[in-house]
T-cell receptor, first 110, second 112 residues
């Protein structure tokens, strides 16, 4: 069983729609959860972090965490073509030791 | 501006050759990491270092070596023992808990 699993995609949504990206993890004592965006040929950039159950909003992005279900998600509202990228979920017992999922490729269609 | 600098951006290795990838940070971060990324496989941890003069193997350390003689620098050597080194190599660093990783721009290594 993979430690961090993401919906494999690729995921396509029309411009202006909500994109929903999902991630499950196996280590019950995980405390730190991050979402990274990676454009093709580029390095990952941190877009969201979440540590407590519930929702965390930052602009068009909302991260949702449910530790009981070992599930973390990222919602992108009003999706734009510039959001087209691979999104990586990272989970760890601390922020200094993260495990990454294999990523979900998102395409936002104009 | 603070950040992580990886060099070179592109590197070509001949069979049987060792090559070294550079990673330098001026963020005053304690922990540094090396990841390998292959298409469709996400990031796999090669080595990491939490403090100077100390480092640990990650999931795929065979055929690689590192050193951490300075806080700012964490070079990765890809040895001839690594039989399939063609990949995108990413260096990252972090300060303490709750900050996540900052990544360098990566080095794309190709065997010729």
């Amino acid at each position: 069983q993979k430690e961090v699993e993401q919906n494999s995609g690729p995921l396509s949504v029309p411009e202006g729609a909500i994109a929903s990206l999902n991630c499950t993890y196996s280590d019950r004592v995980s405390q730190s959860f991050f979402w990274y965006r990676q454009y093709s040929g580029k390095s990952p950039e941190l877009i969201m972090s979440i540590y407590s159950n519930g929702d965390k909003e930052d602009g068009r992005f909302t991260a949702q965490l449910n530790k009981a279900s070992q599930y973390v998600s990222l919602l992108i509202r009003d999706s734009q073509p510039s959001d087209s990228a691979t999104y990586l979920c990272a989970v760890g017992r601390s922020a200094r030791q993260l495990t990454f999922g294999s990523g979900t490729q998102l395409t936002v269609l104009p | 501006d603070g950040g992580i600098t990886q060099s070179p951006k592109y590197l070509f290795r001949k069979e049987g050759q060792n090559v070294t990838l550079s990673c330098e940070q001026n963020l005053n971060h304690d922990a540094m990491y090396w990841y390998r990324q292959d298409p469709g496989q996400g990031l796999r941890l090669i080595y990491y270092s939490q403090i100077v003069n100390d480092f640990q193997k990650g999931d795929i350390a065979e055929g690689y070596s590192v050193s951490r003689e300075k806080k700012e620098s964490f070079p990765l050597t890809v040895t001839s023992a690594q039989k399939n080194p063609t990949a995108f190599y990413l260096c990252a660093s972090t300060r303490t808990a709750n900050y996540g990783y900052t990544f360098g721009s990566g080095t794309r290594l190709t065997v010729v």
